[in-house]
């Protein structure tokens, strides 16, 4: 059984840093792309940043280019978003996904991921 679970989020003041992990379960991390994606609220869901297993490409957003940075742990089964110089844009519910389907990074940043998690809520605000 596929489980995530995200942590980490919470309230930063704008220009702060917040890093999320997503604990995954229940599959092998080596064959599965994995994203994480956000919503605002009152927005559509939007892809943040994914990696793919099947040809290894990465994809960031225009909008977090240089800000954050997305990372793994095989080892203990563990994700991350780095998120650095955060901005009241960024406010949003975090969602951590996994696909076990063949693409590139953009495709599942752009169209979804299979599983999910129930989310992180990060909030920068003054």
């Known amino acids: 059984q596929v489980q995530l679970v995200e942590s980490g989020g919470g309230l930063v003041q704008p220009g702060g840093s917040l890093r999320l992990s997503c604990a995954v379960s229940?599959?092998?991390?080596?064959?599965?792309?994995v994203g994480w994606f956000r919503q605002a609220p009152g927005k559509e869901r939007e892809g943040v940043s994914c990696?793919?297993?099947?040809?290894?490409?990465?994809y960031y957003r225009d909008s977090v280019k240089g800000r954050f940075t997305f990372s793994r742990d095989n080892a203990k089964n563990t994700v991350y978003l780095q998120m650095n110089s955060l901005i009241a844009e960024d406010t949003a519910v975090y969602y951590c996904?996994?696909?076990?389907?063949?693409?590139?990074?953009?495709?599942?940043?752009?169209?979804?991921?299979?599983?999910w998690g129930k989310g992180t809520l990060v909030t920068v605000s003054s």
């Open positions: 229940g599959f092998n991390l080596d064959y599965y792309a």
């Open positions: 996904a996994v696909d076990p389907a063949q693409g590139s990074a953009r495709h599942f940043c752009t169209y979804g991921m299979d599983y």
């Open positions: 990696v793919s297993s099947s040809d290894s490409s990465s």
